[in-house]
């Protein structure tokens, strides 16, 4: 433990995961920001998903809560502001994980139900959430939130409307978050994985497509500059630690690629 966080309040939004071989970015960031020495509350709609992150934590000797939210309600997401502070006394760090991209198509064939579904889950649950968590820090006069985007936002995705369009209003609302409150010392930032090793990723499209877990990875791995290997919730834990710690003090409103160079393929 290296105490980046040391006394530090951290809210991870997404803490849990969806079960497969690997770890998630919300699961992964949790532990790494409780190993530099954060409380963290584990929010995520799935109770037992983060009660496991908090074992996870705590056997490790870190501090932790579980805490069951839809980030999608704006009432969850006011009582997990309201129990951080009733617990902790402040929040330091919010950091946006949730996101979907399941029923997700072209123009001509997304429905609308599909298409309000991932709005609301990648897009209204970062407003929500900062809405709640923003009045605490700017009474703090400091805190640091970090959303998980995608290269998906700036790059082009065959299929995928609602995700792409949904994830470039994650990097939209980052800018404009951060330049509203920095004179509150309230830093706003986003990272944008690529593609990553993830239970979330690799077993959604096994399950859609039918396609072996080892095949899903190689096709993926050969679309990566760097290594020819996806990266690991790690990669991107490791990117919201910094963005979190005082390591960022003078950086805001960034949206920060974290994908082998995947999105640097121009032309």
């Known amino acids: ?16 995961q969806t079960p497969g071989e690997t770890i998630g970015n919300g699961r992964a960031t949790a532990i790494l920001f409780a190993r530099e020495g954060a409380k963290c509350l584990c929010v995520d709609r799935r109770m037992d998903c983060a009660q496991e992150t908090c074992a996870m934590i705590e056997s490790e000797g870190g501090q932790a809560v579980a805490f ?6 704006a009432e969850d997401c006011r009582r997990m502001a309201q129990e951080c502070v009733q617990r902790f006394g402040r929040i330091d760090i919010l950091h946006n994980n949730v996101g979907i991209g399941a029923g997700d198509a072209g123009v001509t064939h997304l429905e609308e139900a599909a298409w309000e579904r ?5 897009l209204k649950t970062v407003f929500l959430a900062c809405k709640q968590v923003i009045p605490i820090m700017r009474r703090q006069g400091s805190g640091s939130i970090v959303n998980i985007s995608s290269i998906a936002a700036v790059c082009a ?50 399950q859609a497509r039918g396609i072996p877990r080892d095949k899903v990875r190689a096709a993926r791995d050969a679309q990566v500059p760097l ?23 003078f ?12 999105s640097g393929r121009i032309g």
């Open 251 to 262: 950086i805001t409103g960034v949206l920060l690629p974290v994908d082998g160079g995947q």
């Open 1 to 16: 433990m290296a105490d980046r966080l040391k006394d530090k309040v951290a809210i991870i939004v997404g803490a849990g």
């Open 68 to 73: 069951e939210a839809d980030a999608t309600r």
């Open 157 to 206: 995705m065959n299929g995928m409307l609602a995700y792409k369009v949904s994830k470039a209003g994650v990097n939209a609302i980052t800018h404009q978050m951060a330049m509203a409150n920095a004179k509150y010392g309230i830093r706003v930032n986003a990272i944008m994985p690529g593609l990553m090793d993830t239970p979330m990723a690799i077993e959604g499209i096994v």
């Open 118 to 122: 991932i709005f609301a889950v990648n």
């Open 227 to 249: 290594g020819a290997r996806m990266g690991t919730a790690w990669d991107v834990a490791h990117a919201a630690l910094f963005l979190a710690s005082e390591e960022a003090r």
